[in-house]
């Protein structure tokens, strides 16, 4: 079984930068696709970025530009580079995944890593 824990998050200013890491447990890892979501308070959890086993990757529009997730295969890793953040962009973090990028979220929830963005 799959497990994982998110790191990397913490306080940051507005326009900033920030690189949050997610190690993946289990040998599977390379076979599923991967994503980053997000949790504000009182909002529900969000897809932001999402990258292929063959590192094909998708964003929502209010992280485009900004975020880039990658992922090393041989680390059982995947990363979200977030640049130029605002303070919309505070969340606990997490990462999930699943056979495809259309059936992602299949994982035990980890913990999550707290991004506060201040004005």
């Known amino acids: 079984q799959v497990q994982l824990v998110e790191s990397g998050g913490g306080l940051v200013q507005g326009g900033g930068s920030l690189r949050l890491s997610c190690a993946a447990s289990?040998?599977?890892?390379?076979?599923?696709?991967m994503g980053w979501y997000r949790q504000a308070p009182g909002k529900q959890r969000e897809l932001v970025a999402a990258i292929s086993r063959g590192s094909s990757t998708n964003y929502a529009d209010s992280v485009k530009g900004r975020f880039t997730i990658s992922r090393d295969n041989a680390k059982n890793m995947v990363y979200l580079q977030m640049n130029s953040l605002k303070p919309e962009d505070t969340a606990v973090y997490y990462c999930?995944?699943?056979?495809?990028?259309?059936?992602?979220?299949?994982?035990?929830w980890g913990q999550g890593t707290q991004v506060t963005v201040s004005s």
């Open positions: 999930n995944g699943g056979p495809t990028m259309a059936a992602m979220g299949t994982i035990s």
């Open positions: 289990g040998s599977i890892f390379s076979f599923y696709a």
